[in-house]
């Protein structure tokens, strides 16, 4: 297993990095790599070649597992431009690879330019002193090539004539004045201090990368900086090849940099707004201090220039705004203002987890969810008392809280789950035991450390929320036994849910639901078509709230399928469509009933609509919605399906489309959708669907209150009644009574 999985790792690392360096472009967002990339090499590749298309002669990758599931890929690559006259060029690359359901993911890679090597491939370790490459010596390149044993004198083995010029001696001169060691030419108070980093280095790794200074011949002190890698001989001793650059002048700049920086900081410090500053030209971003403080983000994540993630950082609905503003900018004018909200860093990095985990969903759709529950989860406020005076006295309501919650999560929200939970329960007094899917634990399970993160910095106790570590149905089981727990929530299929119900203990379930959409002849057609396909698309389908299904009215039905088309949506035969149907929805039979039942096919859940199509061997390009005309007895119109699948059944008339849409629905009473403008319609529909939420002429997340009003939640209460949970669904109303007494009047 493990050597299928390095085979599998070492495949897709080789195909994505030829992928990216043969890409003809290498401006910033431009590679042909998304995932997790940090492209380091990016900028040094532009410097050896311009922009020129780049091609790989050879790559040497070696993959290691780490263990069940991950491997990581390290090796080099040799990178050729299209002019032969100009040498090749080596990256170093390491890639990590994670195996989810036997699809390969790459989570994250890394590439540096290494020294270059020579034109016969990557670099090797050699057997002798200097190998591959001792031909750079030659070569009039600014800076210095050196080669030094690895001792406490560093003694210079072979050295360029740049090393010459750099430190302004001759040969001679630093074999007879220096005894032809490197130790000798640095000024003793950076010597112990350089060989110190370098031991440290070592110990982690052959790379070294070391600042020092140096006197030169004719008195004048230099900053010099030192990168270099440890090479083994043959004999099994080593040798540093190392690139030495005069950094003096950058040095002074820098210092002079960093006075200015120290006086922005203290002015910057002093006030509470967050100050960054975005480099249009080179598309990088400086943060004050306060940004970290603000949204949290780690330093590791928050480099000063971070411009690659700086997408990732501003919410989606805002983007274009920012960027408007940056093109007014670039046009000349010499003041912009724009708005826009900004992500918590770990929004981020929950929405990334959760993907790479469970395989489901969009990381930008996630980390605006994230941002969802973070703004619109009520807590506090939302517990309200109550008092009732009269001539017999006072009568007080008050809301109360359970004691400890038990909660079951789904994988399709692990961790919006926990958070929009969490706020609530705590909110209303109460601890929570969760108990999470269990092909969402990582995710979940970070989720819970955050939340109480949050707890003990706001002076809460350290662990107020807890979790399962290896959640089964047996831990279900025990949480729902237990006499600790007083209080059950539960969002999951409708078994998970039944059981939680006949607990004995007050129970919230938030069932399945398969949410229709009615389009008739009054609706404004393109703004339906948009919509449908944005809600139906959001975080791949996997809301239980998103759009499943629609009945159009026949005479609209062209126009709606057209503007559906032109937002996202590829359209498939019916021929494909029952193709598909046999794959997406496998059949299972009933343990306890023995009858044969259709359900979702666990691969397909939450994957983006070009991985379904290439399952029957089609290609929709960059598609983000599969559609299909379909009858009504369709598997895809009668199965909550939660992926981006959309069919569309042409009805007559509005008794027709309701009655139709109530059946799809199949009594869940989740969610419906219609796009009218005849109040009649919308009214008739509304009372004959009887759903806990029902959005008018919008997309499905309205609903939820994202680009709607209203608190969200991500436990919609159908089968037990709470509707959309907040703080006082966990609670309990506790009376208190003082008759003839506490009136003034």
Known sequence: MAMELERAALELVERKVRGYVEHPGLGPGRAALTEGTDWTGKDCLEALYGRARLYVDGMELIPSSLGEGL??????????????????????????????????????????????????GPERSPADGWG??????????????????????????QYSEGFLRLAGYTREEVRDRFDGQLAGMILPEDLERTRGQIGEQLSRGADREVEYRIRRKDGAVIWVLDRGRLVRKGDGKGAFHCILMDETQDKHARQKLQDSLERYQIISSQT??????????????????????????PPLLDTPEAGTQWDERIHPEDRENLYELARRVKSGVPYAEAEARISNAEAATLAQLGVAETGMGRVDHKTAKHILVADKTPGTEDIVSEAKTGDCGLTLVEMAPFGVVGSITPSTNPSETVICNSIGMIAAGNGVVFNPHPGAIATSNYAVDLVNRACK?????????????????????????????????????????????????????AGAGNPPVIVDDTADI??????????????????????????????????????????????????QADELAKIVLVEVTDKKTGKVKKTVNRKCVGRDAAVIAKMIGLDVGDARCLIAETDFNHPFVQNELMM??????????????????????HGNRHTA??????????????????????????????????????????????????????????????????????RII
């Open 526 to 575: 393109p703004k339906a078509a948009k919509d449908i396909i944005d809600g139906c698309t959001f975080d791949n389908n996997l809301p239980c709230i998103a759009e499943k299904e629609v009945f159009a009215f026949a005479n609209i039905a062209d126009q709606l399928i057209d503007g559906m088309l032109k937002n996202g949506a590829y359209m498939l035969t019916s021929a």
């Open 457 to 509: 910095a706001a002076g809460g106790p350290d662990v107020l929320v807890a979790s399962v570590a290896k959640p089964t149905m047996e831990t279900a089981k025990i949480m729902q036994e237990s006499p600790v727990i007083r209080m059950l929530v539960c969002t999951g299929g409708p078994g998970v849910v039944r059981a939680v119900l006949s607990s004995g203990k007050k129970a919230i379930g």
């Open 132 to 157: 591959p490459g001792a031909d750079l010596l030659s070569l009039d390149l600014p800076g210095a090539i050196i080669c030094c044993d690895n001792s406490p004198e560093l003694r210079l083995l």
């Open 272 to 297: 509470n707004d967050v100050i960054f500053e975005w480099d249009l030209e080179h598309d990088t971003v400086r943060y004050s201090e306060n940004w970290r403080q603000k949204f949290g983000y």
């Open 644 to 665: 981006p699948i959309l069919p569309i059944v042409r009805v007559h008339d509005i008794d027709e489309a309701i009655d139709l849409a109530v059946k799809a629905e």
């Open 673 to 742: 959708h219609m796009h009218s403008k005849n109040v009649d319609h919308l009214t008739r529909f509304a009372r004959a669907v009887e759903t806990t939420i029902f959005v008018k002429n919008a997309p499905s997340y309205a609903g939820i209150g994202f680009g709607g009003e209203g608190h969200t939640t991500f436990t919609i209460a159908g089968p037990t009644g709470e509707g959309l949970t907040s703080a006082r669904s966990f609670t309990r109303r506790r009376r208190c009574v003082l008759s003839d007494g506490f």
């Open 71 to 120: 491997c990581l890929v390290t090796g080099a690559a040799a990178v050729r431009g299209e002019d032969p006259s100009r040498r090749t060029a080596a990256l170093r690359v390491s890639a990590l690879c994670l195996c989810v359901e036997d699809e390969m993911r790459l989570l994250h890679v890394h590439t540096s330019v290494q020294a270059e090597p020579s034109a016969s």
